[in-house]
């Protein structure tokens, strides 16, 4: 089956921000979550997956996330991709052009086995929106 395609317009508030601050912290069920806070005080959350306690499937990860605060960044694009016919299951991906190009940075979904999942979880806060409403109530 041929994956469905969006070109995530509805992320394109995105696209021209840079990272700034990269912070680490426990999420949900023990996972990582990244809190990285964009120039404007935009905020991308990502939390890793939680897989198996036995075993390593569905265990997502990055690698050197923090290295992106240190280095001259910039969102480029945004990528949706629907992986069924029904626009239910989807993967969100984020472009960013960086100054160091030594910089790699490494994930890993820990799908695995595909019985525990994987991928990670994003979630996207405008803070300057946020301030604002509250300020006006």
């Known amino acids: 089956m041929k994956n469905n395609h969006c070109d995530g317009n509805e992320f394109d508030f995105l696209i021209g921000k840079s990272i700034i601050k990269v912070e680490e912290?426990?999420?949900?069920?023990?996972?990582?979550?990244?809190?990285?806070?964009?120039?404007?005080?935009?905020v991308i959350e990502v939390e890793t997956n939680n897989g198996c306690g036995g075993c390593g499937n569905g265990w997502s990860s990055f690698d050197d996330l923090k290295k992106l605060e240190n280095n001259h960044n910039v969102i480029t694009n945004i990528k949706c991709e629907y992986n069924n016919k029904w626009c239910e299951d989807y993967?969100?991906?984020?472009?960013?052009?960086?100054?160091?190009?030594?910089?790699?940075?490494?994930?890993?979904?820990?799908?695995?086995?595909?019985?525990?999942?994987?991928?990670?979880?994003?979630?996207?806060?405008?803070?300057?929106?946020?301030?604002?409403?509250?300020?006006?109530?």
């Open 25 to 42: 912290k426990r999420g949900s069920y023990n996972t990582d979550l990244f809190i990285l806070t964009c120039n404007d005080n935009t």
């Open 91 to 137: 993967s969100f991906k984020l472009f960013i052009y960086y100054q160091d190009d030594m910089l790699t940075l490494e994930g890993d979904d820990g799908y695995g086995n595909g019985y525990y999942g994987g991928g990670f979880y994003v979630t996207i806060k405008n803070v300057s929106e946020l301030e604002k409403r509250d300020k006006d109530e």
